[in-house]
């Protein structure tokens, strides 16, 4: 099972209070999801599937972007990361500069548990950090935030301003298959690939 959820863990995010930040973690992901998270991403073929399919692809563009060393010295944010299982995988195929941002810190308190110690609790709509980062990963975030135009901008104020920063991100996709899962795990839409392209290449120029 799970461990006991005892948050020790302050909030990296500069103007949100602790209060209003936990308000906005249940608002994007309801709570108990990090604990159902924890149970089924080292078992379930999804997230086992999922977790490798981002490594691999990931791991296609760095090497070409980083060459010398495939990309494993640059400095990472794994934001939105949940309990830390994909930030655990790219650990283990030795990357060495990963952090986890996550807006709930039971996230946080599970991925403790794998061995994950840049651990920040944080907001997109209010990041803490700018200019900082080689690469942002943001799976599976942006549809649980009303306002995504907003946290990407954000993210893009963390990057780096050079020409190897890279954000890699997911989304679900296509309004018609919106279901009950979609509802219960607190999503906003749906994208389509040439909708969301335009959308961000719109806010990101």
């Not at 790219?90 to 794998?114: D, M, R, W």
Request: neutral net charge; charged residues 20%; aromatic residues 12%.
């Amino acid at each position: 099972p799970p461990p006991p959820y005892k948050s020790t863990l302050k909030s990296q995010t500069s103007q949100f209070t602790q209060q209003t930040l936990e308000s906005n973690a249940n608002f994007h992901f309801p709570s108990e999801g990090m604990d159902m998270l924890y149970l089924a991403e080292n078992k379930h073929f999804w997230h086992i599937a999922r977790r490798e399919f981002i490594y691999q692809e990931i791991s296609r563009i760095l090497v070409s972007l980083y060459p010398q060393d495939n990309g494993k010295s640059i400095k990472i944010l794994d934001v939105g990361a949940g309990t830390g299982s994909v930030t655990r995988h790219f650990l283990s195929q030795g990357f060495n500069n990963i952090a986890l941002g996550e807006i709930h810190p039971q996230g946080l308190e599970y991925a403790k548990t794998y061995g994950i110690k840049d651990l920040y609790c944080m907001d997109l709509l209010d990041v803490p950090f700018a200019n900082e980062f080689d690469c942002i990963f943001a799976f599976d975030v942006l549809e649980h935030i009303d306002d995504d135009l907003v946290a990407l901008k954000n993210m893009k104020s963390m990057l780096k301003n050079n020409t190897k920063s890279l954000l890699a991100l997911s989304v679900p996709a296509h309004k018609w298959l919106w279901n009950a899962h979609d509802v219960s795990v607190h999503h906003k839409r749906r994208y389509t690939k040439k909708g969301a392209c335009r959308s961000y290449a719109a806010k990101w120029l």
